[in-house]
């Protein structure tokens, strides 16, 4: 054996399984094809929104509150600021089944949060355009998360644990060979009695059977200039996520200084593989970042600054795949986080660990059952 664990991708979900499986004293390998930080999937962006009533469904906010108390043990670990709470503002039509599930979020975990009409937002955050019939609720245990610096910080704390990690490590096949799991990683053969899978939008490289359930799909982001950018500080301006109607967007201050961050949930595109990835900003893009900023954040120019664009791995239903997939719980999977997986990355590192150690966890994780839809197998 090379060791007990191997943590295949060390991005979002990776570097966190590492911290936390190096912390339960296990032998572990992490191999990262990229560079320990990189910007080329799901982590990249510089910023990503952390909250707790969840528009994705109440069942997350167990994962979510442990995910808050883990930001800020690894901020005391790593010395790095990771988390800055600025509240969350989820905005849109009280009915709609997301800010249903914020409410219900709120209301069934006893969360802190504040409930704003049309008058009390236009006076507490004008930076936001209402339309008639909407509501706000702004969500206090939220904020912007940095992706980048949050992974380099785990894994830099799991090295110190006595983690071990191979970076520029490109691994080209994992196999469950009835005795060890099989990892061959720029052609040297390694051998593990475990294995963690948190590939991001790779995992159909490696895993046949839910190739067809996760898809690697583009992402992209703008950074604007603000006519004012006072009425965008971290105390003024929280970060948001909002629905209305078809336009589905989110964003957050500027944490710099200088640029305000806007993104839209739009299809920008299926990968048939994520070496594929286009990362130059389309005319179509563009359009449609521009609109959006134009029509509901009126104190921004609606040309962004700058662009970027990634990706993550999506499955049907957009709820990821966390377990075990193979009969003998030798290879955990953590895939097919759709877009809103990072914030959770840290308690699903945790989760990963308590699965590798003692084969099962204390959280709920029926809902992200990757036998949902298809059966355990041998890899």
């Keep these: 054996m090379d060791g007990d664990v191997g943590v295949i991708g060390l991005g979002s979900m990776g570097s966190m399984a590492l911290w936390r499986i190096a912390k339960k ?10 560079g320990i930080g990189h910007d080329y999937s799901a982590a990249g962006g510089e910023s990503r929104i952390f909250r707790t009533a969840y528009g994705e469904g109440a069942e997350y906010v167990p994962i979510l509150k442990e995910s808050y108390r883990l930001w800020r043990e690894l901020e005391r670990e790593s010395g790095n600021t990771l988390l800055h709470l600025t509240g969350a503002l989820m905005i849109g039509e009280p009915d709609t089944p997301f800010m249903a599930n914020v409410l219900k979020s709120a209301k069934n975990f006893d969360l802190e949060h504040e409930v704003l009409d049309e008058q009390q937002w236009k006076k507490r955050y004008p930076q936001h355009r209402p339309l008639p019939g909407e509501i706000m609720v702004l969500d206090k245990l939220a904020g912007g998360l940095r992706p980048e610096l949050a992974v380099v910080s785990a894994v830099k704390q799991a090295e110190k644990l006595g983690a071990k990690v191979y970076s520029h ?17 720029n052609g040297k053969e390694y051998h593990f009695k475990k294995v963690v899978i948190a590939t991001g ?37 929280p970060v948001y996520i909002r629905e209305s109607g078809e336009d589905k967007f989110y964003g957050t201050p500027t944490f710099e200084g200088s640029m305000v961050k806007a993104a839209v949930y739009h299809d920008f595109g299926t990968l048939q593989h994520p070496d594929e990835l286009e990362r130059t900003m389309m005319p179509e893009d563009l359009k449609h970042l521009r609109e959006t900023v134009q029509k509901y954040l009126p104190d921004l120019y609606p040309d962004p600054v700058r662009t970027g664009v990634y990706m993550d791995g999506f499955t049907n239903d957009e709820h990821s795949f966390v377990g075990s997939i193979d009969e003998d719980g030798c290879i ?13 990355s840290s308690a699903i ?18 809902h992200l059952s990757p036998t949902r839809f298809y059966q355990k197998n041998s890899v």
Excluded: Y
């Excluded at 004293?25 to 990229?34: A, D, P, Y």
């Excluded at 469950?176 to 990892?183: D, K, L, M």
């Excluded at 898809?215 to 500080?233: S, T, Y």
């Design 201 to 237: 939008p790779w995992t159909s490289v490696f895993m046949p059977n839910p190739k067809r359930q996760i898809h690697a799909k583009r992402l992209v982001m703008g950074w604007f200039a603000a006519k004012d950018i006072k009425k965008f500080q971290q105390d003024n301006f």
């Design 332 to 344: 955990i999977l953590l895939g097919g986080f759709s877009g809103h997986g990072f914030k959770m």
């Design 349 to 366: 590192g945790k989760i990963a660990a308590d699965l590798v150690l003692d084969g099962n966890t204390s959280f709920d994780i029926g």
């Design 25 to 34: 004293g296990i032998s572990v390998i992490g191999f990262e094809q990229f």
């Design 169 to 185: 490590c490109r691994v080209e096949s994992i196999k469950n060979t009835g005795n060890t799991i099989q990892v061959m990683a």
